[in-house]
């Protein structure tokens, strides 16, 4: 855990660790099983390197990719992408300030790749995030943990940061890049989300399966990523254990036919 901060920041390459290969396969496993049946428009605020536009897209979903910067390398600045069943759009705006967007225009939204955590006026942004989800849309968000902040300021040797940490109302933690990082428990996740007028359905750890025990089973056996990933999913989930917590929330009321 406590090398965790610079691991997640990392750029995505083809030659991850053995845990964050499997890391990277639990999320996008998690965006899969999360992802509505039918043909939804939704609205993706995780920035480059979250892959739940391409997944939503080969589902057959219209995807709007808010992008702060220059589009990902290889995709157009000014047209949709096509992919086998739906497409992106990337739109190149402030993802923390939707205001392109009206009110209820969304069927879904999704903002992982700590994208809460990376903002750090967060209220705003889901704020926004709930302006434009419709009646019943759902959201789904990753986050950075109080575990995961609690690990870097101990390896930062922070000692005197830790003792109030677990009850603080806005954890800001200081990121091996210079950046700094949101992180959150479960209850401070759950007030976020309700106070933008947001219902968490479900709070759980990304991952709860030991580094060390991926490590030793990839190590062994490279071919048994699928059920590790398998066992991952099905794993009783602790929502204050782990590096990052993701959380699915709803904008309540009845969809308008």
């Known amino acids: 855990m ?7 920041t ?7 660790p053995a845990y964050w290969q499997f890391h990277a396969a639990v999320t996008r496993a998690q965006l899969t099983t999360w992802l509505p049946p039918g043909r939804h428009l939704i609205v993706d605020v995780s920035g480059p390197r979250g892959p739940g536009a391409e997944l939503a897209a080969r589902a057959g979903h219209t995807v709007l990719r808010v992008l702060d910067g220059a ?7 000014d047209g949709a992408r096509a992919w086998s069943a739906g497409r992106i759009i990337p739109v190149i705006a402030d ?8 009110d209820g225009c969304a069927d879904d939204v ?8 990376m903002h750090l006026g967060a209220e705003t942004m889901i704020a926004e995030i709930a302006r434009v989800l419709r009646p019943s849309g759902r959201v789904l968000a990753c986050v950075d943990s109080l575990v995961l902040g ?3 300021l101990a ?7 830790l003792v109030d940490l677990p009850h603080a109302e806005v954890v800001l933690v200081p990121w091996p890049d210079g950046s700094m990082t949101r992180c959150y428990g479960p209850d401070q996740a759950r007030e976020l989300f309700s106070g933008a007028g947001l219902t968490v359905n479900w709070i759980r750890s990304r991952t709860v399966l030991p580094e060390s025990t991926v490590t030793h089973l990839l190590r062994r056996d490279p071919n048994s990523l699928p059920q590790l990933v398998r066992a991952e999913l099905a794993a009783r989930s602790d929502d204050s254990l782990g590096a990052q917590l993701v959380i699915s929330a709803r904008k309540p009321g009845r969809p308008v036919s």
């Open 110 to 117: 999704i903002a992982d790749d700590r994208t809460l955590s």
């Open 155 to 161: 390896d930062q040797h922070h000692w005197a940061h």
């Open 95 to 102: 993802s923390t300030r939707l205001s392109f967007l009206a």
């Open 10 to 16: 990392a750029p995505i390459t083809d030659h991850l």
């Open 71 to 77: 589009p990902p390398c290889g995709a157009p600045p």
């Open 2 to 8: 406590a090398h965790a901060a610079s691991a997640i």
């Open 150 to 152: 609690m690990a870097v």
